[in-house]
């Protein structure tokens, strides 16, 4: 049980770290039509975890509220969306594509403002990550193994663009391969470090359970329609990103209704 959920913690950074590694086998920058088409993909799988693997469970685990059921999910979510906002606001924003931060005043480098903003944007996956494993080692929340693997390994998948995505930009600026594989890394290393902080909290984090699923949601969601779809829009061939994002969406539903 113990092996599962080392392996499980560690999947999301590992997917992160195997994204960061392009930097090595590329000379340049991912072109538009790429980067929107990775951009999509990471959107469906965000989404699609969003939904299966953290909504749908919040509201089954609170099915003891009959037709209230819904509240701790949809109060998990929108707080989960105001957190991310709040964090948007106060902390200096800069995704992958941007010239300026959204707060002008500010005197940290573009490179530290976009691995700041993915770092933070981690965190809450790292939170769900956590959490499912903290229902798991718990038998009482009504996840399984094959559940909680399925939203890791889905996480994976979608940290793996969002890897690439940061290592390549830096390596365009510029820096070494080996700092740009750095910062790609560093943006994912919060994951893990999330993850097990929420398990070692599992007493607090149990009876919350439902809200802490749909929080991690609401938080997933909010990065995907503040950052990713602007971005899946700018320019022509939009419909790339647009088919990226259903291939992406279509995988980690399959994943977790398979492996759930």
């Known amino acids: 049980m113990i092996t599962n959920v080392v392996i499980g913690v560690l999947i999301p950074f590992i997917g992160t770290t195997a994204g960061a590694f392009c930097v090595f086998f ?3 920058e991912f072109g538009k039509s790429v980067h929107r088409a ?9 989404i ?3 939904v299966w693997s953290l909504i749908i469970p919040a509201i089954e685990q609170s099915e003891q509220m009959g037709r209230l059921s819904f509240f701790p999910a949809a109060a998990g979510l929108w707080i989960g969306i105001l957190f991310l906002m709040s964090i948007d606001h106060i902390i200096p924003h800069l995704n992958a594509k941007a010239e300026n931060s959204e707060k002008t005043d500010t005197k940290l480098s573009r ?3 976009m691995i700041l903003a993915v770092t ?5 996956e790292g939170m769900a990550v956590g959490a499912v494993y903290a229902g798991y080692l718990s038998g009482t929340a009504k996840i399984t193994a094959e559940t909680a693997f399925a939203l890791a390994l889905g996480i994976a998948i979608q940290n793996f663009p969002e890897g690439a995505i940061i290592s390549m930009p830096l390596h365009a600026e510029n820096k070494s391969k080996v700092r740009s594989f750095a910062g790609g890394v560093l943006s ?3 994951e893990p470090i999330a993850a097990l902080i929420t398990i070692f909290l599992a007493d607090f984090i149990i ?10 949601a609401g938080a997933m969601i909010y990065v995907v329609v503040e950052e990713l779809i602007p971005e899946i829009h700018e320019g022509n061939h939009s419909n790339i990103g647009v088919i990226m994002f259903s291939i992406g969406f279509t995988i980690m539903m399959t994943l977790d209704v398979a492996l759930g």
């Not at 933070?120 to 809450?124: A, C, E, R």
């Not at 009876?207 to 991690?216: D, E, H, N, Q, R």
């Open 120 to 124: 933070l944007h981690n965190i809450p």
């Open 111 to 113: 490179t530290a403002m």
């Open 207 to 216: 009876p919350v359970m439902p809200y802490m699923l749909s929080f991690a």
């Open 48 to 50: 699609a975890a969003s």
């Open 38 to 46: 990775l951009l999509g993909f990471a959107g469906g799988v965000m």
């Open 26 to 28: 590329s000379k340049r």
């Open 188 to 190: 994912g290393v919060v």
